[in-house]
């Protein structure tokens, strides 16, 4: 696959959404960035997770009320919030805001372009070869930390908006139009502390594309 195959960005109208209705609609796209080295890297979203709301404690703007932290949910749907959490960043798309701040996480993506550049990048021990064998592809971008590893992407792409280079979401194959709800499959979001959020660590909020080899778990 090469860059020309690609869309081009998504309008950032596309974002302006419900949470979950955004969570779902992000599978099958593609996620693209152009590195400081200037190759192109891109994988197809996979697995999101949906984060919004007041009465989420699991999110980050629960309060209802902006930090330096969490500043980013509050502002225009489509732009990125970055955080960083045991060394690690994670990268999520907001989603609709005002008073409801909310933002999906991308939680794994299936490679497409320039393995090698992501390999290098997550100081992976694979041989340098766009034809890898599943085992070392499923390692490159099987969660967000490494994914955000392999893409380059860290704190200073919080609160840029996605529809321009370096960093942008193109058309891809969305999964609700191209195979439809049924390939879509919804879990418990992963890693939330019980003690810490109570029963919302059993919503159903994480979506995943049904038969990937690319989910995180």
Not at 64 to 73: D, S
Request: charged content about 25%; some cysteine; aromatic content about 8%.
């Amino acid at each position: 696959m090469t860059s020309s195959t690609y869309h081009p960005p998504l309008s950032l109208d596309v974002y302006d959404r419900e949470v979950h209705e955004l969570a779902r609609d992000l599978l099958g796209r593609d996620l693209v960035r152009r590195l400081s080295s200037g190759e192109l890297v891109a994988g197809r979203i996979v697995e999101t997770e949906a984060y919004g709301g007041t009465d989420d404690p699991a999110n980050h703007a629960n309060t209802g009320e902006p930090t330096e932290r969490n500043e980013a949910m509050f502002g225009q749907p489509g732009t990125a919030y970055v955080y960083s959490i045991y060394a690690y960043h994670c990268f999520n798309v907001v989603a609709r805001a005002g008073r409801r701040p909310a933002a999906v996480l991308i939680r794994a993506l299936q490679p497409l372009e320039s393995l090698p550049a992501m390999a290098e990048r997550r100081s992976l021990e694979i041989e340098p070869r766009e034809e890898m064998p599943l085992s070392d592809r499923q390692d490159l971008l099987t969660g967000p930390g490494k994914l955000c590893e392999a893409f380059e992407i860290d704190g200073t792409f919080d609160q840029v908006p996605l529809d321009d280079p370096p960093l942008w979401i193109a058309e891809g194959e969305p999964v609700l139009r191209t195979e439809g709800p049924s390939a879509i499959e919804q879990t418990p979001r992963i890693g939330l502390n019980p003690d810490t959020v109570g029963e919302a660590s059993e919503w159903p909020w994480r979506y995943v594309v049904a038969d990937s080899d690319y989910l995180s778990r």
